[in-house]
């Protein structure tokens, strides 16, 4: 189900901001990539040399795979520290300029994870968006569930912190676990500020400047996402979507003017 | 029922001839923030405003015309230190922009009703000091809307006021105080406003 098809009370962002870049097909950015071929954090070389033309097919299917494991060494950077930080709000990560934005969007054919990435200005190929190895389609939702994230573990410290209201206890406690399962099945790793209200109301929000997005989540199964432009506040726009669902590519797209 | 038909007449405890009446569009709010108060930084964030008060027309502010740095201070800031820490800073907002922050209220599918967001009232109690004022949810609860929704719009509403409404922690030297005559001039003119209110009353039910 598309975006605009999902029950809504308003069209979102009349004045929605335009993203530079797009992503790339599916066919060119995954060819020469061996499955597995996720880096660890120790192999990771970030000083690649961009610039150069290249033209020989296997040249350039080598440094598209070095391209790939500089950025894939900085993706589980950002989320290892991300992770090791305990503070109760959270900026959005920018651990290295060759990284500005973790976006994540499935692809429906292939079940492969893209992640929008801004790499440097002179990077000729793959420069919007790199390839991570999906999740099994054999994994049960229990081994998604014990997957380490760093917004789950956030969500997880703001929820044992938070004051809420006896009676609305268990609306937090569902509104944490509709959140839980939307963050580690579609694998968001940009991390946002995590604030639980008194009501049990969880919400998550990235914002900076005029623009803004937040996720906000009563335990109903179903995730708000309102927007902020200079000309929208969060509480005249909104799109509505179920835990289940994939986001809409209006929050992929603003999420990613944000931290970008 | 949307609209707030209270910030037309006086919430003083003293009524019409004490305080300085209903807070007019052209005032412009403080928001005392302390070292317990949720925040990022410089920035409010959503939390940084009390859910529960908001409900119950109770989230304080001062209202900068008929507010000292002395008053500011021994009424404001020395009570609340105990229980929320030492001041931070402060952060403003214009009532107008305040006035004129609206909410979608789902109401069926595709379907909303906008209306006010807030409501700004010169609510004082005895013992608050006269320049005092308080923000609510403007007659959203009315509304018949579910629990997780109502949750979800007060959420939205508070959003707004961190990032749209309310400027960005400051220190209270910058801000301009008001000198203790020209409050107590505000106060006068209050009184005569007043004063003048009634006898143009009693001139028309005399004609």
Known sequence: ?260 | MTDCPEEQQTQHYGRKWRGFGPVRNNERLIFAVFDRTPRDGNSLIKNSFNNSHLIAYEESVARQLYVTRSVFDSKIVSPSIPLRGPLVGISCADVTRLRRLRVDIPRGPNRFVNIRAICVLDKVVAGDFDGHATLGYAGVGALNVGKEQLGKVRSRIRLDLATKVFSEVQHPNNNRWRHPITVALARAHSVLRVLWGELSRWSRRSA
């Not at chain 1, 870049?21 to 660890?40: L, N, R, V, Y």
């Not at chain 1, 990771?44 to 060494?73: F, G, V, Y």
């Not at chain 1, 335990?219 to 994939?246: C, H, K, W």
């Open chain 1, 1 to 260: 189900m598309i975006a605009t098809e999902r029950p809504s009370f308003r069209e979102p962002l009349a004045d929605y901001p335009v993203i530079e870049g797009e992503w790339m097909p599916e066919s060119s950015a995954t060819s020469g990539i061996p499955e597995g071929e996720w880096m660890p954090e120790s192999s990771a070389t970030s000083d690649i040399p961009a610039s150069q033309s290249i033209t020989n097919p296997s040249e350039q299917t080598s440094r598209r795979k070095d391209l790939i494991r500089a950025i894939s060494a900085n993706v589980v950077a950002a989320r290892s520290l991300a992770g090791a930080s305990e503070r109760a709000y959270q900026t959005p990560i920018m651990l290295h300029e060759s990284v500005r934005s973790l976006i994540v969007a499935r692809s429906g054919s292939s079940q492969q994870t893209f992640v929008g990435s801004s790499v440097d200005n002179n990077t000729r190929f793959a420069d919007r968006v790199l390839i991570v190895p999906a999740r099994p389609e054999s994994a049960t939702d229990q081994e998604t569930a014990a997957s380490p994230s760093p917004i789950a573990s956030l969500l997880l410290t703001e929820r044992s912190r938070a004051d809420i209201q006896e009676e609305c206890i268990p609306v937090a406690n569902a509104a944490l676990q509709d959140a839980l399962t939307l963050v580690r099945r579609t694998n968001l790793s940009v991390t946002p500020r995590v604030m639980f209200s008194d009501d049990g109301i969880l919400t998550l929000q990235w914002h900076r400047g005029d623009y803004g997005v937040a996720l906000l989540f009563a335990g109903d199964g179903i995730a708000s996402i309102a927007f902020s432009t200079p000309r929208q506040f969060y509480a005249e726009n909104g799109i509505e979507m179920l835990v289940s669902e994939d986001f809409p590519i209006q929050f992929t797209a603003q999420l990613t003017q944000i931290v970008s």
